[in-house]
């Protein structure tokens, strides 16, 4: 994660972070602004992204960057504004803003700075969207009231903010096979050979929640008799070609310095033999296979979750 001293981040950041840069780190914005433009004039597949919030920022940048990888010819340079809650912050933003123009996505629940933005945007010419007014519109006249526009009201700290906390606290500790002897505990137990995305995948899950174990699968290793006596666990194998594990494992394993058993190690022969070993695993133990050669880490999670609850 990178800092600029003009509060300006580009990776989303925690509310800690967040509020310290806005306290601190303001005094360059526009030196920064036209750096950045700079940059665009050199390079025409480049375009500004300003996102403007009065949370963390998490929400646009998702959303911004969800949009921005449609357009596969284009690269965005992310200015992210964060906790922007009166109008001295917000005039030195679209200051900056006007320095290098662009697109402007803001949440912004304040009705008065929301319509600032959107006047000082039409004076500048530059496109602007509140990406939350048009949901929140929708659930109005769906629900027949009106919102209560709480500032961060998605991170407020619920019953589910807990059971995520919770969730991710098991999953560290039963990461990579650790601590069977609660794997009964899991919502979900993720076993598959080295660099099937286990961890990554596990992690997903446990922050919507769903509290995950994952054990490596080992040729010739036996999986912890707590696996198989476990009642309440789904348990799902994970699998990929053996191009794409050789690929992974030849990228991460490389650089470890040392060599001892690495040709084996990445070798798509050897591979394809422990895949065999997992399927016969799944096969003798009626275990959903997911092969995760073409999909992201969302897509697992969600076929995962699928298994569990039976969506078809």
Not at 214 to 227: K, W, Y
């Amino acid at each position: 994660m990178r800092f600029h001293e003009n509060g300006i981040v580009d990776k989303p950041v925690t509310y800690t972070q967040a509020h310290w840069m806005v306290s601190f780190c303001r005094p360059a914005i526009q030196l920064y602004a036209q750096e950045a433009k700079n940059i665009v004039g050199n390079r025409k597949n480049f375009f500004h992204l300003h996102m403007i919030s009065d949370s963390t920022g998490e929400t646009l940048i998702s959303a911004g960057r969800a949009a921005a990888a449609q357009f596969g010819g284009y690269e965005p340079i992310e200015h992210v504004y964060p906790l922007i809650r009166n109008r001295k912050q917000l005039l030195s933003v679209l200051r900056a803003i006007d320095e290098a123009p662009g697109i402007v996505l803001y949440t912004v629940v304040n009705e008065e700075l929301g319509a600032l933005i959107d006047e000082m945007c039409r004076d500048m010419d530059v496109p602007c969207v509140n990406v939350l007014e048009p949901v929140v519109g929708l659930f109005q006249t769906y629900l027949g009231t009106t919102s209560r526009r709480r500032v961060g009201a998605q991170h407020s700290l619920d019953e589910d903010y807990f059971a995520r906390i919770e969730a991710l606290n098991f999953t560290m500790e039963h990461d990579d096979g650790q601590m069977p002897e609660s794997y009964d505990e899991a919502d979900v137990v993720i076993i598959g050979i080295s660099r099937t995305s286990k961890s990554p995948t596990s992690v997903y899950l446990a922050n919507r929640g769903i509290k995950t174990a994952n054990i490596p699968i080992v040729p010739g290793t036996p999986l912890p008799e707590s696996l198989y006596r476990s009642e309440k666990p789904l348990i799902v194998c994970l699998i990929a070609s053996p191009a794409r594990i050789s690929q992974v494992r030849a990228f991460r394993e490389f650089g470890s310095g040392a060599d001892e058993g690495k040709n084996e190690y990445i070798d798509r022969a050897s591979i394809a033999e422990e895949l065999k070993y997992a399927r016969a695993l799944a096969v003798q133990n009626d275990w959903p296979v997911i092969d995760v050669t073409r999909r992201s880490i969302e897509e697992t999670a969600a076929a995962i979750l699928a298994l569990k609850y039976h969506v078809k």
